[in-house]
């Protein structure tokens, strides 16, 4: 692979050891001659990423996610250090990072495009994530109807607490907790589940990739809020019908040369933690 040349840190400084684990490759880095840009400022600040080759986020899952959507923006690759307690999508150990760091910027590493989603609402406003759109009821405690469009075609009128959205990336995440599948990154697909649904038989609907989803619901009956991998990144008063679809970008994710989609998956999800 391309060895990395400029390098942003975003460091989470809420976790322990991520500033000494931020520093620390720094150092390394720029002892190979790697441009090396650190940050703390927590969101990122605009333009950050502009003209570098790869981010390493140092913190857990949430951390990484914020990475993302600039990371989208300016074409960087990205990889993550665990200093969260989950750790699905930043693959590399606060441990061996140090070893492997060198490696990597010399180009040493795999990568692997991830499908994202875009939201869309009503007048035009564009946000994507990795992990998923999910709309939910707030203020209230009474269900919430949605009715749900697949390129046009009526879906169903869902009875329930919420909507999410995943992407393959996002299906371990909440879209698991909600009784979803577990999709592989490969699969191309949008996975609706419901949050509670009133009707038991409502289960996860997988959508191919070309599909726009469109989500509507009466918001004088009650009040929706609209999360992008857990934040709210359209301003509070969200306005429906809200369009889901897969945008033609993806993310570029690196890995170690070990790296194993079902050893994370058995690993952080406790499968059988012993082969036969
Ligand atoms: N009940 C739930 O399970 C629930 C509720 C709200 C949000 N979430 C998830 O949290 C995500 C945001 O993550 P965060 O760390 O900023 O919030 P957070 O700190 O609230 O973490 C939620 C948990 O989800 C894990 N997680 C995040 N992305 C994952 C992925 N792709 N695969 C497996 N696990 C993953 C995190 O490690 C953490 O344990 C959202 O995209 C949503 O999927 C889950
Ligand atoms: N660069 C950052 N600096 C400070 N805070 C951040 C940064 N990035 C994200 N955060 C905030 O810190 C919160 C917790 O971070 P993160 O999700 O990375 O840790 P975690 O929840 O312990 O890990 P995991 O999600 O792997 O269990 C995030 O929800 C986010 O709001």
Redesign the pocket.
């Known amino acids: 692979m391309k060895p990395l040349r400029t390098v942003a840190l975003v460091v989470n400084r809420q976790k322990s050891g991520a500033r000494e684990i931020g520093d620390q490759l720094k150092q390394l880095g720029q002892d190979r001659g790697v441009e090396m840009r650190i940050t703390e400022e927590h969101p990122l600040p605009n333009g950050y990423l502009q003209g570098c080759d790869a981010v390493c986020a140092i913190g857990?899952?949430?951390t990484f996610?914020g990475v993302v959507p600039q990371a989208v923006e300016y074409g960087v690759k990205v990889l993550g250090v665990n200093l969260?307690?989950?750790?699905?999508?930043v693959t590399f150990s606060p441990d061996g990072i140090a070893r492997e760091f060198g490696r990597i910027l010399d180009g040493d590493y795999e990568i692997e495009d991830r499908t994202l989603l875009e939201a869309c609402d009503p007048e035009g406003e564009r946000r994507i994530c990795l992990?998923?759109v999910?709309v939910k009821q707030t203020a209230s405690s009474r269900m919430m109807m949605l009715e749900v469009f697949a390129n046009g075609d009526f879906v169903n009128e869902f009875a329930c607490d919420g909507l999410i959205y995943s992407t393959p990336?996002?299906s371990?995440?909440?879209?698991l907790?909600a009784g979803g599948p577990i999709v592989h990154p490969d699969v191309q697909g949008i996975t609706l589940t419901p949050i509670c649904p009133h009707t038991l038989s409502n289960r996860s609907v997988i959508f191919s990739m070309g599909t726009e989803i469109e989500v509507r619901t009466d918001l004088e009956a009650c009040s929706p809020q609209v999360t992008l991998?857990?934040h709210l990144r359209f301003t509070e008063s969200i306005a429906f019908p809200l369009r889901i679809r897969v945008p033609s970008t993806t993310v570029t994710l690196i890995h170690g040369k070990d790296y194993s989609h079902f050893l994370t998956v058995r690993t952080?999800l406790h499968w059988r933690e012993n082969t036969l």
């Open positions: 857990g899952d949430g996610l969260g307690k989950l750790g699905f999508l992990n998923d999910v990336t996002g371990t995440a909440y879209n907790s991998d857990g952080k």
